[in-house]
């Protein structure tokens, strides 16, 4: 069974140019996703953020990831907003330690955040007090992170591109065609 970050560079060369761009960024997207996978595999939820700008994509994920066409087990995953549809209001450490306890109690600590947007967003607070967490951060780097720029053209369609990627990882995962333990 290939590892991961060998099966992350022949999914890329078989999509061909539209994923050139990721190439040299392999080894950052394999350590990052393969983590995630590893925590989904477990049976943790994710609790999924995003900056106000990447709200369509949090949509699109939310629609997506347990499609009907799909022929493999729910990945169970929420978004934030619609565990505390007051999180934008949020301010303070106190206020999020509150959130934090609700999710705690709710999910016994096993969930995982997976944030996408700005580093500088509000929104990711929550997300980078956790060491388990997944980012797609623009801007910043940070742990267990892949950074994109958020100046990027043609950042919308490398989003995109990325999450189909992420959602061939978690049926290969799945379907023990690669390790993400590895």
Same mark, same amino acid.
């Given at each position: 069974? /290939?590892?991961?970050?060998?099966? *992350?560079? %022949?999914?890329?060369?078989?999509?061909?140019?539209? +994923? =050139?761009?990721? @190439?040299?960024?392999?080894?950052?997207?394999?350590?990052?996703?393969?983590?995630?996978?590893?925590?989904?595999?477990?049976?943790?939820t994710?609790?999924?953020?995003?900056?106000?700008?990447?709200?369509?994509?949090?949509?699109?994920?939310?629609?997506?990831?347990?499609?009907?066409?799909?022929?493999? /087990?729910?990945?169970?995953?929420? *978004?934030? %907003?619609?565990?505390?549809?007051?999180?934008?209001? +949020? =301010?303070?450490? @106190?206020?999020?330690?509150?959130?934090?306890?609700?999710?705690?109690?709710?999910?016994?600590?096993?969930?995982?955040?997976?944030?996408i947007?700005?580093?500088?967003?509000?929104?990711?607070?929550?997300?980078?007090?956790k060491?388990?967490?997944?980012?797609?951060?623009?801007?910043?780097?940070?742990?267990?992170?892949?950074t994109?720029? *958020?100046? %990027?053209?043609?950042?919308?369609?490398?989003?995109?591109?990325?999450?189909?990627?992420?959602?061939?990882?978690?049926?290969?995962?799945?379907f023990?065609?690669?390790?993400?333990?590895?």
């Open positions: 069974m /290939p590892d991961f970050a060998q099966w *992350s560079l %022949d999914a890329i060369r078989e999509e061909g140019g539209s +994923l =050139s761009w990721l @190439e040299e960024d392999r080894f950052e997207w394999s350590k990052t996703t393969a983590y995630a996978l590893s925590q989904i595999l477990t049976g943790k994710v609790i999924i953020i995003t900056d106000e700008k990447r709200k369509w994509l949090e949509q699109y994920i939310l629609t997506s990831i347990n499609s009907v066409e799909l022929d493999r /087990p729910l990945v169970p995953i929420v *978004s934030i %907003d619609s565990l505390y549809s007051h999180y934008n209001n +949020l =301010s303070g450490g @106190e206020m999020i330690d509150f959130v934090e306890d609700m999710i705690s109690q709710a999910y016994k600590d096993d969930c995982f955040y997976w944030y947007g700005k580093g500088d967003d509000k929104r990711s607070d929550i997300a980078k007090r060491d388990e967490s997944y980012f797609w951060i623009f801007d910043e780097d940070f742990n267990n992170a892949f994109l720029k *958020s100046y %990027d053209p043609s950042l919308d369609i490398k989003l995109l591109q990325l999450f189909k990627l992420f959602n061939a990882s978690l049926n290969a995962t799945m023990g065609e690669v390790d993400a333990s590895s």
